[in-house]
């Protein structure tokens, strides 16, 4: 419990930066409709009183008094529920939902993304950006909604203390009519099944061209039509029930709390004032809503606990793991990349992805990573990347920790398509330039050979790319031409990763795009003593790479020229023969 006032403090000063006018109108309205429904009764007593005695003045300060509470109580309690809503949208999406976008995508590397507490928490926390923001304002309303009823209880009680058992009417009436309502919540449940049924037999007879042809190739529309008449009948008959049940609930309800409240004014009238009476009726009558109003308002602050624990935990998860200013990389790789004795294991993984891995990348070359399928060169290139930090052993560049590197300043310096690569359905103009600083479309639609593809959309690379928004859809390869495409759009990175860049080629194209890639890699090491990392798990197309890494269960097993691993004779050769043969053959 102890972080939720801050969470509410910290609401409350969103609310008030983001709408100042809004957020102290609002306030203020709240703290006005607290004491309304008292008000209303005793200005109308003494309007009354006033007119029984014959007292203009009196009358006229009554009679304002009463049309002032009444707004208040009428129209000022819309006005707070509308102002409520609105200020709540406005702050949860303008302030809170980029707050928590920004955290998500602010964490250094993405290991969280492994921990399924993470994941559990921003789950919970997907569209409910609002609850946080109205967390504070429910238990804001609460209170003074509690304040108000304890205001109407003195007002009531002053009359005649009897009239304080009307608060058990009121509660036993709202008692009755919540068992009705839960009555009706379990109808729902019940007869879900019976209307997912009829829903999934309109789509069979109606919409679902597979289905629908089985269904007239076999005569079944009749038998069909009948099941999803009879789920409709059932469904309906349940729900009728229920809807039933509570309204008699709910009558039975206002029974208790109209003999309750007749009781309460025949008591008045035996032995107070006109005034009296009119003030028990009105607050009287009013007195259900107040305290229908304070549990309403409880149970909604209570209901965004379970969003403010997960956000709490988000923002403690965040600052934790905040990425800490390191030292900047250098402008040009000398010495190159160095692995010592380096090891990775997933969260909750049995084995480490990645064990005891050492080796030196130098500036400049192009190093192919090969292995098979599981043999954590993913991992190792996420791990150069740093994406992931070894659990132990380390990763230098130019004799610099990685760890002690500006996290954000070595991504700058880094270009990666990664197997996994994202499909962003945006232009495809954008999809490719995305975080890269120096925009050369062309080059890097050329650099990725995707120049095919553009010139096949209907609006070059202003197409909009992917369904979801009426873009065109691309097959896997054309994505992950997109993907490679915004590799290439940094032009001059101290790391360029291609995570299997040809797995959605065929074999004859696949060398040709290699040989492209390499040469490509030549020139950016020229220019800034780059090195590329390709993985590949297919060990004949990686020939002309400087130095060729094999992995196996994790461990660096191989490392050479293509020349020392076939001398060698050990597994790279055998694999290399073994696919070298299979490839001509296909
Ligand atoms: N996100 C993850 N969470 C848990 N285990 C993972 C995760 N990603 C990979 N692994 C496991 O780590 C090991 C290495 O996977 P990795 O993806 O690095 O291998 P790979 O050599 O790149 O495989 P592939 O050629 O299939 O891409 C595998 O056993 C894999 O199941």
Redesign the pocket.
């Known amino acids: 419990m102890t972080g939720y006032p801050r969470v509410w403090r910290m609401m409350m000063a969103l609310c008030w930066r983001e709408r100042p006018r809004a957020t102290a109108t609002l306030l203020a309205a709240t703290l006005v409709t607290t004491g309304a429904v008292a008000a209303l009764g005793l200005t109308l007593k003494v309007l009354v009183d006033a007119v029984q005695a014959g007292d203009r003045t009196a009358v006229v300060i009554g009679a304002t008094g009463a049309a002032l509470a009444f707004g208040a109580h009428w129209g000022l309690g819309h006005l707070v529920h509308l102002m409520t809503v609105k200020l709540v949208e406005r702050v949860s999406l303008s302030r809170v939902e980029p707050e928590i976008m920004g955290i998500c995508a602010g964490l250094p590397g993405i290991e969280h993304?492994?921990r399924p507490e993470f994941l559990d928490r921003v789950t919970a926390l997907r569209g409910r950006s609002g609850a946080i923001v109205d967390s504070a304002w429910a238990v804001l309303q609460a209170v003074a909604s509690a304040l108000g009823l304890a205001v109407t209880l003195a007002v009531l009680g002053s009359v005649n203390p009897w009239l304080l058992l009307l608060l058990a009417c009121a509660a036993g009436q709202l008692w009755l009519e919540r068992r009705g309502k839960r009555g009706v919540a379990a109808a729902d449940l019940a007869s879900a099944p019976d209307l997912r049924l009829h829903r999934h037999l309109y789509r069979d007879v109606c919409v679902e061209p597979a289905a629908l042809a089985e269904v007239r190739t076999g005569a079944a529309a009749g038998d069909l039509l009948a099941s999803q008449a009879e789920a409709w009948r059932r469904a309906t008959a349940v729900r009728f029930r229920a809807a039933l049940a509570a309204a008699a609930w709910s009558s039975a309800g206002w029974v208790v709390f109209a003999t309750g409240f007749a009781g309460a004014i025949a008591l008045v009238a035996s032995t107070g004032s006109p005034g009296q009476i009119v003030l028990a009726a009105t607050v009287g009558a009013q007195l259900r809503g107040v305290v229908e109003a304070v549990l309403r308002r409880s149970a909604q602050a209570g209901g965004h606990r379970r969003v403010l624990a997960p956000y709490l935990w988000l923002r403690d998860y965040a600052a934790g793991h905040a990425a800490t200013a390191g030292q900047v990389p250098p402008e040009r790789l000398r010495s190159g990349i160095e692995l010592s004795g380096v090891t990775f294991a997933?969260?909750?993984?049995a084995?480490p992805?990645?064990r005891e891995v050492s080796a030196v990348l130098p500036a400049g070359s192009v190093v192919a990573?090969v292995?098979?399928?599981?043999?954590?060169?993913?991992?190792?290139?996420?791990l150069l990347a740093k994406l992931y930090r070894p659990a132990s052993g380390r990763i230098t560049v130019d004799g610099a920790d990685l760890e002690r590197l500006d996290t954000a300043g070595w991504r700058a310096a880094s270009s990666a398509a990664f197997?996994d690569f994202g499909r962003y359905q945006t232009t495809f103009a954008d999809a490719v330039t995305m975080g890269a600083p120096p925009r050369d479309l062309v080059a890097a639609v050329e650099a990725a050979g995707a120049d095919e593809l553009v010139a096949r959309l209907p609006d070059g690379g202003a197409t909009l790319l992917g369904a979801r928004f009426g873009g065109v859809e691309l097959s896997e390869g054309q994505w992950q031409k997109v993907a490679l495409a915004r590799a290439c759009a940094r032009p001059a990175p101290l790391l360029f990763i291609l995570?299997?860049p040809t797995a959605s080629l065929d074999a004859p194209s696949e060398h040709a795009v290699f040989t492209g890639y390499i040469r490509r890699s030549r020139a950016i090491a020229a220019a800034t003593g780059a090195i590329t990392v390709i993985?590949?798990?297919r060990f004949s197309t990686v020939a002309e790479a400087d130095l060729i890494l094999v992995?196996a269960h994790?461990r660096l097993t191989e490392a050479g020229t293509h020349e020392e691993l076939l001398a060698a004779g050990g597994d790279y050769a055998a694999l290399y023969g073994v696919q070298a043969t299979a490839y001509a053959a296909g």
């Not at 997933?346 to 993984?349: E, K, S």
């Open positions: 993304l492994e997933y969260p909750g993984a084995e992805a990645v990573l292995g098979e399928y599981g043999s954590g060169k993913t991992t190792l290139v996420k197997q995570d299997e993985v590949s798990h992995m994790g």
